[in-house]
C-alpha cells in the first residue's frame, strides 16, 4: 500500500501552465505505474497520464501535447505539468498508483489502480 498526497492545484487563466505535485510515502513496489486522473463535477472519473518505473508515458488523447508526466525518484515524487489549459480541464485532479506486471505498460485505466490520492483542485477561467 501506498499513501498519495497531491498538491499544487489552484486558478488559472485559459492558456495558462499549472504543475501537479504527488508526493509518495509508504511501501513502494519494484516495478509501478503511477497515474494521473480528474474528475469534473457530474462526470466520471477520467484517465489522464500514466507512466511506468521504466519511464514509458502514456496519455489521453485530450491532453496529448499538452500535459507532461514525470517522476522524481529521489524525491518519491510524481509530477503532472499542464500547459495550454482549457475550461475543459478544470477537474478535482488525483494521483494514483497500482503494482506493474513485469513486461506491461502502465495506461491511465481508472479501475487498475488501487492507491489514490485526496485530490487537488485545478479550476480554469
Known amino acids: 500500500h501506498v499513501q498519495l498526497v497531491e498538491s499544487g492545484g489552484g486558478s488559472v487563466q485559459t492558456g495558462g501552465s499549472l504543475t501537479l505535485s504527488c508526493a509518495a510515502s509508504?511501501?513502494?513496489?519494484?516495478?509501478?505505474?503511477m497515474g494521473w486522473f480528474r474528475q469534473a463535477p457530474g462526470k466520471g472519473s477520467e484517465g489522464v497520464a500514466a507512466?511506468?518505473?521504466?519511464?514509458?508515458?502514456n496519455y489521453a488523447d485530450s491532453v496529448k501535447g499538452r500535459f507532461t508526466i514525470s517522476p522524481d525518484n529521489a524525491k518519491n515524487t510524481l509530477y503532472l505539468q499542464m500547459n495550454s489549459l482549457k475550461p475543459e480541464d478544470a477537474a478535482m485532479y488525483y494521483c494514483?498508483?497500482?503494482?506493474?506486471?513485469?513486461?506491461?505498460?502502465?495506461?491511465?485505466?481508472?479501475?487498475?489502480?488501487?492507491?489514490w490520492g485526496q485530490g487537488t483542485q485545478v479550476t480554469v477561467s
Open positions: 494514483a498508483a497500482r503494482p506493474r506486471s513485469i513486461g506491461t505498460s502502465c495506461y491511465p485505466i481508472v479501475a487498475e489502480y488501487n492507491s
Open positions: 509508504g511501501d513502494y513496489y519494484a516495478r509501478w505505474c
Open positions: 507512466i511506468s518505473n521504466s519511464g514509458r508515458a
